[in-house]
């Protein structure tokens, strides 16, 4: 059993973050990050493809830092693979070592840096999920014997601030259904929707919830009118505006949001996922102020 499931299985709370595998073969800035940051995240989510740029594959990478000593969580999407392509990925990452999976579509190519690139899709995640779990029983999703089966954790995502929460729960308990043994969600900045989702939804297996702190107003603005279900609210834009060219005051807004965030959260879900795009040298003082 991998460390994140021993942890999700406990009453603590769970910290998990996230890595981008770089545009290249250079990966010292990812595992000076990983390093830095070993002892206070449990897992490591690393994204396939962020965004739909183009960089090197999160398989490799997730064996090179089990080599660290630090645990990964392996994002796979449906975006760029078939089901023949996804199962033998999903085998590599098995004799590799790897135990953790996340599934999700993933952003279509178009907005990314190789727009004219052919989108896949050939599994929704519910799909996904139940081909790992075939996997995991010895056989591949034709029914075919394999000489030797994996044996993995997996996740999925959702996102409560979706604009029809009704369809998101139903789409979310469509993947526990499917085998999905816990979430990781959008970035979350009102506590108590997120409240009032979760309570609605009452999902049975565990929830990490989104951390991004906010680096700036172009950056709020950009991901409340570009990303689907984040709320990035007024007050903290104009807090972070009145801040001017002032970057420490910044810093300061954006650790204390997050870690106010994150206190509020303890009695609502069983962790957070904190992605900090850049800022991971952040996430100690995030962490700190928080008390978790």
Same mark, same amino acid.
Not at 164 to 169: L, Q
Not at 192 to 202: G, L, P, Q, T, W
Not at 206 to 230: D, F, H, T, W
């Given at each position: 059993?991998?460390?994140?499931?021993?942890?999700?299985?406990?009453?603590?709370?769970?910290?998990?973050?996230?890595?981008?595998?770089?545009? !290249?073969?250079? @990966?010292?800035?990812?595992?000076?990050?990983?390093?830095?940051?070993?002892?206070?995240?449990?897992?490591?989510?690393?994204?396939?493809?962020?965004?739909?740029?183009?960089?090197?594959?999160? *398989?490799?990478?997730?064996?090179?830092?089990?080599?660290?000593?630090? =645990?990964?969580?392996?994002?796979?999407?449906?975006?760029?693979?078939?089901?023949? %392509?996804?199962?033998?990925?999903?085998? $590599?990452?098995?004799? @590799?070592?790897?135990?953790?999976?996340?599934?999700? $579509? !993933?952003?279509?190519?178009? $907005?990314?840096?190789?727009?004219?690139?052919? &989108?896949?899709? +050939?599994?929704?995640?519910?799909?996904?999920?139940?081909?790992?779990?075939?996997?995991?029983?010895?056989?591949?999703?034709? !029914?075919?014997?394999?000489?030797?089966?994996?044996?993995?954790?997996? !996740?999925? *995502? *959702?996102?409560?601030?979706?604009?029809?929460?009704?369809?998101?729960?139903?789409?979310?308990?469509?993947?526990?259904?499917?085998?999905? =043994?816990?979430? /990781?969600? /959008?970035?979350?900045?009102?506590?108590? %929707?997120?409240? +009032?989702?979760?309570?609605?939804?009452?999902?049975?297996?565990?929830?990490?919830?989104?951390?991004?702190?906010?680096?700036?107003?172009?950056?709020?603005?950009?991901?409340?009118?570009?990303?689907?279900?984040?709320?990035?609210?007024?007050?903290?834009?104009? /807090?972070?505006?009145?801040? $001017?060219?002032?970057?420490?005051?910044?810093?300061?807004?954006?650790?204390?949001?997050?870690?106010?965030?994150?206190?509020?959260?303890?009695?609502?879900? /069983?962790?957070?996922?904190?992605?900090?795009?850049?800022?991971?040298?952040?996430? &100690?003082?995030?962490?700190?102020?928080?008390?978790?």
């Amino acid at each position: 059993m991998s460390r994140l499931a021993n942890a999700l299985q406990r009453d603590s709370f769970v910290v998990t973050s996230e890595l981008t595998p770089p545009k !290249g073969t250079d @990966l010292t800035d990812l595992f000076g990050k990983a390093t830095m940051l070993k002892d206070l995240v449990t897992a490591f989510n690393v994204t396939e493809s962020h965004a739909a740029r183009m960089a090197m594959d999160p *398989v490799s990478v997730g064996h090179l830092l089990l080599d660290r000593g630090i =645990e990964p969580i392996v994002q796979m999407t449906s975006r760029d693979k078939n089901r023949i %392509a996804i199962q033998a990925s999903m085998l $590599g990452a098995s004799a @590799l070592g790897i135990e953790n999976l996340v599934f999700m $579509g !993933g952003d279509p190519p178009t $907005g990314g840096d190789h727009p004219e690139a052919k &989108p896949v899709f +050939d599994l929704f995640a519910s799909q996904l999920l139940e081909a790992v779990h075939i996997l995991n029983s010895g056989k591949d999703l034709m !029914g075919n014997n394999l000489n030797g089966s994996t044996n993995f954790f997996v !996740g999925a *995502v *959702v996102n409560p601030g979706a604009s029809d929460t009704k369809i998101e729960i139903e789409n979310a308990r469509r993947k526990i259904d499917a085998g999905a =043994e816990f979430l /990781q969600t /959008q970035a979350i900045y009102d506590v108590k %929707a997120f409240a +009032d989702f979760m309570a609605v939804a009452n999902f049975s297996i565990p929830v990490l919830a989104g951390i991004i702190p906010v680096k700036s107003v172009k950056m709020a603005q950009y991901m409340n009118e570009r990303i689907p279900g984040i709320h990035i609210p007024n007050h903290l834009i104009e /807090q972070i505006s009145a801040a $001017g060219e002032d970057k420490q005051r910044i810093e300061e807004i954006s650790v204390d949001t997050a870690a106010s965030t994150i206190r509020k959260l303890t009695d609502i879900c /069983q962790g957070v996922h904190v992605m900090a795009i850049g800022w991971e040298d952040k996430i &100690p003082a995030i962490l700190a102020a928080s008390k978790i």
